[in-house]
């Protein structure tokens, strides 16, 4: 008898964005992934296969979406950076996998037993980082926040809620960043683009058409843009765009404007 595909039981850390940090949310969510997956493999396989068979998904692959998606189902190319067995238990695999957004778990189980030869599909699956949130000290519970709620709400007490809503800066931890002026801050927070001249500091890992973080000196996240150039040319450049905005997160007016609209 082949074993039930039942709805498998899906945890593991889910960011939330609040007010204005919503706006770099998406970012978050189309970041690196990193799940333990438990996959049933229809019939006994000996260890040394299977770990044979899974080094084969290293790297990049095909998929297509299975059926229940709820994008086009069009072959896409994905990597997995690494994926490694956890452990093996008669049937059962315990998988780690960090791979690129839009992986389907559900279909490297089910792709696995078929170069296997057995079929096979996933159990369960936990996630257990989304960019830069991880399963660590920062990880709450819905019941954490809802309590948290509580004693702010009945008590004033907002201790428990800075635990759980951290600041938007976190959200940005793994991009590239560039540091700008305080005269800079302002046009940027109106939506201007970052020119050379407004440009403090950045790290090495800026490059061309990458998304990058715009930062006040004091670490203050002023938006999101799409670097022009990358972190060497950038610091050549006397002159010129080199970053072009494409979130503004910081309201306009914290810092004082140093520049002039077109009607003055």
């Known amino acids: 008898m082949r074993p039930g595909r039942g709805n498998p039981k899906v945890t593991g850390v889910l960011p939330v ?36 068979v899974v080094e084969y998904f290293k790297g990049q692959i095909y998929q297509r979406p299975p059926l229940r998606s709820s994008v086009k189902r069009s072959i896409r190319v994905k990597t997995i950076y690494e994926i490694e067995i956890l452990d093996v238990q008669d049937k059962f695999l315990l998988l780690r996998v960090l791979c690129d957004p839009g992986t389907y778990m559900r279909k ?12 096979a599909h996933m159990r369960e699956l936990r996630r257990t980082r989304t960019g830069p ?3 660590d000290e ?20 907002e ?7 951290l600041p938007v800066e976190v959200s940005t931890a793994h991009l590239p960043k560039i540091l700008v002026l305080d005269t800079a801050v302002d046009a940027i927070a109106h ?17 061309a058409g990458k998304t990058v973080a715009i930062y006040t000196l004091k670490g203050e996240l002023v938006a999101l843009g799409k670097a022009l150039k990358n972190a060497d040319e950038i610091a050549r450049m006397d002159k010129g765009i080199v970053v072009k905005t494409t979130r503004v997160i910081m309201p306009r007016g914290i810092y004082p404007k140093s520049w002039k609209s077109k009607s003055q």
């Not at 201790?159 to 809503?165: D, E, G, P, T, W």
Request: zero cysteines; aromatic letters at 6%; glycine letters at 8%.
């Open 108 to 119: 490297l189980a089910h792709d696995i037993g078929l170069i296997l030869g057995v079929g």
């Open 138 to 157: 920062t990880l709450v519970s819905l019941q954490e926040v809802s309590e948290a709620l509580y004693l702010w709400r009945t008590k004033g007490d």
């Open 159 to 165: 201790r428990y809620l800075k635990k759980v809503v």
């Open 191 to 207: 939506g201007a683009n970052l020119a050379a001249p407004g440009v403090s500091m950045l790290t090495r890992n800026v490059e």
């Open 17 to 52: 964005g609040l007010a204005s940090s919503t706006k770099v949310i998406g970012n978050v969510i189309h970041s690196i992934k990193e799940y333990v997956m438990v996959v049933q493999l229809h019939d006994l396989v000996e260890r040394k296969k299977v770990e044979e």
């Open 133 to 135: 949130f991880r399963e």
